[in-house]
Nanobody, 121 residues
Framework: QVQLVESGGGLVQPGGSLRLSCAASGSIFSIYAMGWYRQAPGKQRELVATVVSRQSTNYADSVKGRFTISRDNAKNTVYLQMNSLKPEDTAVYYC???????????????WGQGTQVTVSS
């Protein structure tokens, strides 16, 4: 009853930029941490960035200084601004969120369907 829908992936040249969005919908009482993960072919899924609040963000070392995560609580949406993209950033990017559906239930981990990001000339 909770869905995460990502958008914004695509093909971009090295050095270019993309902005990913992920909107949560459905039965939502509260959203705690939100984040982005990625999985390249033949590799394990890895953390890219997470955000709890504007003052509480976390980034993988490989994207620090190039990617920025943010969220709009009014829209239940998390964003990932990706600049100075490199071929090694190519992967399927997944949105993740810790969501409590009602005051009576514990929060659960939800995942989006993934969006492909390809960095190539």
């Amino acid at each position: 009853q909770v869905q995460l829908v990502e958008s914004g992936g695509g093909l971009v040249q090295p050095g270019g930029s993309l902005r990913l969005s992920c909107a949560a919908s459905g039965s939502i009482f509260s959203i705690y941490a939100m984040g982005w993960y990625r999985q390249a072919p033949g590799k394990q899924r890895e953390l890219v960035a997470t955000v709890v609040s504007r003052q509480s963000t976390n980034y993988a070392d490989s994207v620090k200084g190039r990617f920025t995560i943010s969220r709009d609580n009014a829209k239940n949406t998390v964003y990932l601004q990706m600049n100075s993209l490199k071929p090694e950033d190519t992967a399927v990017y997944y949105c993740n969120a810790d969501i409590q559906s009602s005051i009576l239930t514990a929060s659960l981990d939800y995942w989006g369907q993934g969006t492909q990001v390809t960095v190539s000339s």
